[in-house]
């Protein structure tokens, strides 16, 4: 195995862990508002990760200028996105997540 595709394995598995984080986030957080931060982030960093991975491996050739240009557009599009998803929700009145209030002997209510 060369060089080059170890360095290409180990960014497709850090794209793979990212895309984990990710998905965990968005299982376990509470309201639209705090979803979008894992959404954005994670799963960004995940793929251009894998597209730097898959990069790596096919190397100097027209496929990279493709890889290139897909992963310039996927960071201008991700955060854009989010933002107008977040804007979106607040424009509606979504209401955000209030954690529990909790009783004298430490219990939600």
């Known amino acids: ?11 497709c ?5 990212f ?11 509470p309201d639209l508002f705090t979803r979008l931060h894992p959404s954005t982030k994670c799963d960004t960093l995940g793929a ?4 730097l991975g898959m990069a790596v491996h096919n190397g100097w050739s027209w496929d990279l200028l493709k890889l290139v240009f897909i992963m310039c557009f996927l960071l ?3 955060a854009t996105c989010g933002h107008a998803i977040g804007r979106s929700a607040l424009r509606r009145n979504i209401p955000y997540w209030k954690k ?10």
Do not use: N, Q
């Open 19 to 29: 895309f984990i984080i990710g998905t965990t986030g968005l299982i376990r957080m």
């Open 48 to 51: 251009c990760s894998v597209i």
């Open 76 to 78: 201008l599009s991700s």
């Open 13 to 17: 598995c850090i794209g793979t862990f």
């Open 1 to 11: 195995m060369a060089a080059r595709d170890i360095v290409a394995a180990v960014f």
């Open 100 to 109: 529990k209030e909790e009783t004298e002997d430490g219990h939600g209510a």
